[in-house]
């Protein structure tokens, strides 16, 4: 059972950050998967430390989630503690230099970076998902990615101690960064250089353009994860699916999109995520049959399988 823990600045009562039993479900855009054993929204630096402690001291699996955009959560649920970066969410403005914590989501911290006359994140706008979600994964879109906008990426360890990535674009991929697949560490706060503007309106016009074409896509019809596989060197994923006729295929609740190949929707609600992980494998064997092509994912799977 959770007790206060004394800290250097307050006493931190761990009783009233921790929740048992969340339902994560909702909290995900695919809108299906199961509760977190324990969960908790820290506020600060400190109340992250305190958690991450506190999982150590008492061997709990520790996993993080930002917008949930990108993970498919186990309906069995996820042992341990689930950190919700959600509310580590302040920025701020240093010169050129624009720095925002891990749980902002990154189309808000966009619209705030233009606000304060700063331009280059503007082609990433309508991205679901928060700041730390997206350097974990060097989102990107419309020839974008995170990883080439990114000064430095500030992150705590298990052992509750911050260390600072000076982020070069070298280190990062398509949609590889050096935090991809690193359980060992929670992105705390990203430092962009980004361009001084006075042309706001411009820049805020050419953000909601982007946002409108993706809107016309229809990628934000129904509860989905966004594009579920990379695209293999030189192929299109969603080409590939399309091509073995899956569009429209189904399983349960979890249908192919019938406008975008990659994606697998959760139509009307009732999706299991048993079941989307069941389309995922069909469509992985399908392709593999048909186009001898492995595909991989993209998308996170959390919690027991
Ligand atoms: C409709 C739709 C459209 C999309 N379009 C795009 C697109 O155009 N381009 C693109 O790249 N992606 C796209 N995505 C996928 C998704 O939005 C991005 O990958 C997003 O950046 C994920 O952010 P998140 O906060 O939701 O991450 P989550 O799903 O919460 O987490 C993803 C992974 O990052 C880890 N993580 C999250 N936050 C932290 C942190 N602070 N510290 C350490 N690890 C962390 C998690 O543990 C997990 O492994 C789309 C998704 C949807 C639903």
Known sequence: MPTNVRNSIEKINLDYLLIQNLELGSHSSIQCGGNAQWAAYPTNFEELRILITYAKNNDLPLSILG?????????????GLVVLTNHLARRHV?????????????????????EDGLEGLEMLGGIPGTIGGAIYGNSGANGVQIGDLLYYVDYMTLDGKLHRLQAHPDEFSYRHSPF??????????????????TQTSEVRKRKDTVKKHRKQKGLYDYPSLGSIFKNP????????????????????????????ANIIINKDGKATSEEVRALIEYSKTTVQNEMHITLQEEIHYLGSW
Do not use: W
Not at 95 to 114: N, T, W
């Open 67 to 79: 917008g949930a955009t990108n993970t498919l959560i186990s309906d069995k649920g996820v042992e």
């Open 94 to 114: 240093q010169g050129e230099m624009f720095c925002v914590r891990s749980g902002c989501p990154l189309d808000k911290a966009i619209s705030q970076a233009i």
């Open 180 to 197: 991809t697949d690193r359980d060992d560490l929670i992105i705390y706060e990203a430092g962009f250089r980004l361009k001084p503007t």
């Open 233 to 260: 060197e030189g192929k299109k994923a969603a080409a590939l699916i399309e091509a073995c006729s899956l569009k429209g295929h189904t399983i349960g609740g979890a249908s192919i999109s019938p406008r975008h």
